[in-house]
């Protein structure tokens, strides 16, 4: 019964190459959220939905697209990956729309080779 | 430029010693969470302060807002090596909606 699940939990690619991520949460929250983590442990907001609608888009670059097929699932799609997108990936669900209290899952740690 | 900043970055004792980690900044914050964060986790919340000069216990655990909403401290008694983690805070702004992430304090409690 875990809350919010993401797969896979690593992953290894080479510079170039398409990936995605998978989340979904089962807690009924309206909003989803994408976080990247560097190597020094900074978390930074990539994107969030509410109710399937983008509601933030910080700085990231566009071969990062985010896709909600419904509420409960937020996908990550990376194009032409390089060697600093190299981090790992946290996806978090809130009941309300940010600043609500977020509930992580456990991280896909991404290594571009 | 970090608007929460956290310190110390790292701090590594003995299990059994009292410590107190910080989360200070120059704007004030509608409201601020804690979060520990263990090795190939994410983050869990721990609690969530919202009155100025609010003081909050969770066992060993206490947090503490600023009188001005501009910090927070926790601080931990008789730590043990479960509380080992990274403790991250988050702030709430008033004038957007977003969380405001400090870097994290990196905690090892030994044995």
């Known amino acids: ?113 | 430029t970090q608007l929460l900043e956290q310190s110390p970055q790292f701090l590594s004792i003995q299990e059994g010693e009292n410590l107190t980690v910080y989360c200070n900044s120059s704007s004030v914050f509608s409201s601020l969470q804690w979060y520990r964060q263990e090795p190939g986790e994410g983050p869990v919340l721990l609690v969530t302060v919202v009155t100025g000069g609010e003081v909050k216990k969770l066992k060993r655990l206490t947090f503490q807002f600023g009188d001005a909403r501009k910090d927070s401290s926790l601080h931990i008694t008789a730590a043990q090596t479960g509380d080992t983690g990274l403790y991250l805070c988050a702030g709430e702004r008033d004038s957007n909606y977003q969380l405001i992430w400090g870097a994290g304090t990196k905690l090892i409690i030994k044995p």
């Open chain 1, 1 to 113: 019964d875990t809350a919010v699940s993401q797969t896979p939990k690593y992953l290894v690619t080479q510079m170039g190459n398409d990936k995605s991520i998978k989340c979904e949460q089962n807690l009924g929250h309206d909003t989803m959220y994408w976080y990247k983590q560097d190597s020094k442990k900074f978390l930074k907001i990539m994107f969030s939905y509410n109710n399937k609608e983008l509601i933030i888009n910080e700085t990231v670059p566009n071969r990062f697209s985010p896709k909600s097929p419904d509420k409960a699932h937020l996908n990550l799609h990376i194009n032409s990956l390089e060697l600093g997108d190299s981090a790992v990936y946290f996806c978090a669900s809130s009941p309300r729309a940010m600043p609500d209290t977020q509930y992580f899952g456990p991280g896909t740690r991404l290594t571009v080779l």
